[in-house]
Every structure is written in structure tokens, then in C-alpha cells.
């Protein structure tokens, strides 16, 4: 580094005398050099200079970042085990779906299609407790039945965006090296999925006998309540930025931009699949529903909704935790994540581990004549959101390091876009759940027989 005090010459450049102060690479700063003295409260002009070594190297252009994204075998290491914690997870699940569906399942369809049976049996069966007594509640439309396909919808939106993305970076059309392209791919699948969002939203809309009013009420939260929570948290948090005069606030016209697109692409096809929808034809449930709402008898402490969902949301977590890791580095401590091949594994693990663990507890809600599953279907699974953003909010308190000055701007970055994250996270396992659920439902009790 040479440094000189005072202004330029122009006359000493021409005839290459300039006196100044260079660091010797072999040996260091010389010892005997004059240190530059800045005066306080007095205008001086400080000259930096540097010098370039250009050497040649035979590696092409489009391999350097090799270097850089190469798998090192720690992480390789690291990333089988969480593979392979995630697969003991989805095995351990797999066996009680399977324990249920081969063996107390089967017994007890077999029980409930008896033909021949004595009056004594007869009376007996009306007389225990199981799954069947609700038949005819078990499709009653829930509460807020309006918002529930709001949600569904929204969950085949971002859910068919985050697969479209991984899908495309796996391949190598997306480059970790470049962010922009990246969230610049996420924005237009997040608004191409929107047709099929307003599709599926319709049917379930339609399923439970929406009326004129309720269908465009569905349509409209359906392409305004997830991206509206998303874009409300990015301004708040872009006007503290512009408060603070930063250069990582992103400026109005792109504000603009983003506003346009949402309106004049994603609401548009929101409304296209969301008039197919309601142009096809309506579910129909394999068993008829009650006039009068069954009552509900009281369920064990653990059967609730709140502890039950908080159980049934730990082990979609448990899936994803140790990859989780590798994400929140590379979202904020500028590391490259180029391991698309291993998220494309662990999310396809936690899609089954969603659809298991929202099974199994609906089938213990049901056998305990709970018929109140929709929701809870949605959160059972949904609720790893939660332990998400618990998580993350001990990665920000024993990894992210700020300083002092910056301690508002920063938590205020943090904490709201990992409930971003975390939000988008819930709309995702909720919908798997929830679907997995429905057709969970549909299936049992239209293999038995009711009177």
C-alpha cells in the first residue's frame, strides 16, 4: 500500500519521482518509513494506491467457481447423515401407517361390514365407541371453511413453486453463485403457479357449498392473502432500510415492478384456475352428512388440538433440521448452497413424513369420535413451522454476530424474513397433511358400509 499526504503532483508522475511509501511483500513494511499523521478537525487528502499481478491461468472461465462450489468430504459426510437421520424418521412412520392400515384398519372394516350378525352382536356394535360413529360428521364443513381453501390453494401455489426450483437448480439452469437468478425464479413460478392455486381452492370452495359471494371472496383472498403478508413484511422491513439509508434497501421502482406483476400476471391466473374450478364438476362425499352436529364427548389431555398439533409438528422438523443448518448459513453468512441434490431428498422425505404424521393422528382423532380433523389436519403438520422459527431464532442468538449500532436493523432482517420462511414453511406441510388426510378419509369411509 503506498500512501501520500497532501495533493497530487502531476509533475513528479512525468518524470516518475514521486515520493512515496511502499510496503516490501518479501519483508514487510519498511521500519524506518514515515507513518501518515492525520490531523483531527482539519481537511486533508489521502491518496490509495495498489498494484495488480496478472498471471495467466489455464483453467476456462466457466469452471472457476469449481474451486468454490467443490464438495468438500466434511460436508459430504454430514449431509448423509442427514439423510440418513431423516430416512429412520420416515421408516419409523411408515411402520406405525403401516401397523394401522394392515392390521386395527383392516380389523376394523371387517368388524363394520359384518352382514350376519346376531342381535346380541348388533347391539354390541351400537354400542362401542370407533371411527365409524361419525360417519355422519366426519365431512361437515369446517369453520372458516372459506379461509381453509385460501390456504389449500396457497399451499399447491408455493409448494409447486419450491419443487420448480429446486427442479431447475438440481439441473443446473439456476446457479448458486447467482442469487438474483435464483429469486428472480421464484417470483415467476410463484406467479405461474397461481392458475393452479385458484383451481384447487374453487373445488374445495365448491366442496363446501360456497355460495356466489363466498367463491369470489375465496378467489380473491386466494391471490391476495399469502403474497400480501410476504410483500406487508418486505415493506416494512425496506422502509426501515431506506430510514437507515442503506444500499441493501431496494428501491421504489422495483417496488413498483413487483406490485405490477403480482396484479397483471398472478391475480389473472388466479382467477383463470379458479373459474375452471368452479366450472367442474362438484366432490361428491362417499358418505352423507347429519342435519344435526354429533356432540363431541371429551377427549384426553393429549388429544386436544394444541398438544397434539405441537407432537405432530416435531417430527416433519426432525426431517429437515440438520439441512436447515446448511441453508441459514448460506443465507446469512454468505456461504454458496450447491447441494440442490441432497434438498431435493430431504424435501421429498418430508413431503411423506408430512402425509404420514397427519394421517396417523387423524386416525387416533377419529377412533376417539373427534370429527373436527380439517384444521387440525392442516396444523398437525403445519405446526413445524414453528419449531422453524425457534430454531432459527437460536441460530441468530449463538451464530449471526452484528455489531452493536446495527443490533434493530438486523434482528428486524432477520426475524422478519425467517417468518417469511417459516410462514411459507406452514403453507406447505399444512397442504401435504391436509391432502393426504382428505384422501385418507375419503378412502375409509367409503369402504365401509352405513345405514
Known amino acids: 500500500m503506498r500512501l501520500l499526504q497532501g495533493k497530487w503532483d502531476d509533475k513528479c ?18 521500519p524506518n518509513a514515515p507513518k501518515l499523521k492525520l490531523k483531527t ?25 469449481d474451486v468454490y462450489l467443490k464438495m468438500q468430504w466434511q460436508d459430504d459426510e454430514i449431509h448423509w447423515f442427514s439423510i440418513v437421520n431423516s430416512s429412520v424418521i420416515l421408516l419409523f412412520l411408515s411402520g406405525m401407517v403401516a401397523l394401522i392400515m ?31 360413529l361419525v360417519s355422519g360428521d366426519v365431512f361437515r364443513p369446517p369453520k372458516h371453511a372459506s379461509l381453509l381453501a385460501v390456504y389449500i390453494g396457497s399451499g399447491v401455489q408455493v409448494l409447486g413453486m419450491a419443487c420448480f426450483t429446486i427442479a431447475f437448480a438440481l439441473l443446473g439452469f439456476l446457479s448458486p453463485s447467482n442469487r438474483g437468478s435464483l429469486l428472480g425464479a421464484v417470483i415467476i413460478l410463484f ?13 374445495f370452495c365448491k366442496m363446501f357449498h360456497g355460495a356466489g359471494t363466498d367463491r369470489l371472496r375465496t378467489t380473491l383472498m386466494t391471490a391476495l392473502v399469502f403474497p400480501g403478508v410476504v410483500f406487508v413484511i418486505f415493506f416494512t422491513i425496506n422502509c426501515f432500510l431506506w430510514g437507515d439509508r442503506s444500499s441493501g434497501a431496494v428501491p ?79 443465507i446469512w453468512q454468505h456461504r ?16 411423506v413424513t408430512c402425509a404420514e404424521i397427519s394421517v396417523v393422528m387423524a386416525y387416533f382423532q377419529l377412533c376417539s369420535e373427534d370429527y373436527h380433523w380439517w384444521w387440525r389436519s392442516f396444523f398437525t403438520s403445519g405446526a413445524s413451522a414453528l419449531y422453524l422459527f425457534l430454531y432459527a431464532s437460536y441460530y441468530f442468538l449463538t451464530r449471526v454476530h452484528i455489531a452493536k449500532s446495527a443490533t434493530f436493523i438486523s434482528a428486524l432482517i ?38
Request: aromatic share 18%.
Open 336 to 351: 454458496f448452497y450447491y447441494l440442490f441434490g441432497f434438498m431435493f431428498l430431504v424435501l421429498m422425505i418430508l413431503l
Open 102 to 132: 394392515l392390521r386395527i384398519l383392516r380389523k376394523d372394516l371387517y368388524r363394520y361390514n359384518q352382514l350376519e350378525q346376531s342381535e346380541e352382536a348388533r347391539e354390541e356394535a351400537r354400542e362401542e365407541t370407533g371411527w365409524k
Open 13 to 30: 508522475a512525468e518524470r516518475n519521482s514521486c515520493d512515496l511509501f511502499t510496503c516490501n511483500p518479501a519483508r514487510g513494511p519498511e
Open 414 to 451: 432477520f426475524f422478519g424474513y425467517m417468518f417469511v420462511v417459516s410462514y411459507a414453511f406452514m403453507v406447505i406441510t399444512g397442504f401435504v397433511g391436509f391432502i393426504a388426510t382428505y384422501f385418507f378419509v375419503r378412502t375409509i369411509y367409503a369402504s365401509i358400509k352405513v345405514d
Open 191 to 203: 406467479a405461474c403457479m397461481g392458475a393452479p392455486a385458484g383451481y384447487v381452492s374453487a373445488i
Open 41 to 65: 478537525h482539519q481537511k486533508q487528502e489521502v491518496l490509495f494506491t495498489y498494484d495488480v499481478l496478472w498471471i495467466k491461468s489455464d483453467v476456462k472461465w466457466a469452471s472457476r467457481w
Open 252 to 330: 421504489f421502482g422495483t417496488l413498483v415492478a413487483l406490485l405490477a406483476f403480482w396484479f397483471c400476471v398472478s391475480l389473472p391466473l388466479v382467477f383463470l384456475g379458479s373459474f375452471v374450478g368452479f366450472r367442474a364438476a362438484a366432490v361428491e362425499q362417499p358418505v352423507r352428512t347429519n342435519p344435526i352436529p354429533r356432540q363431541v364427548p371429551d377427549q384426553i389431555w393429549y388429544m386436544k388440538s394444541a398438544p397434539s398439533v405441537l407432537m405432530g409438528g416435531v417430527l416433519p422438523f426432525g426431517v429437515v433440521f440438520v439441512e436447515l443448518f446448511f441453508i441459514l448459513s448460506s
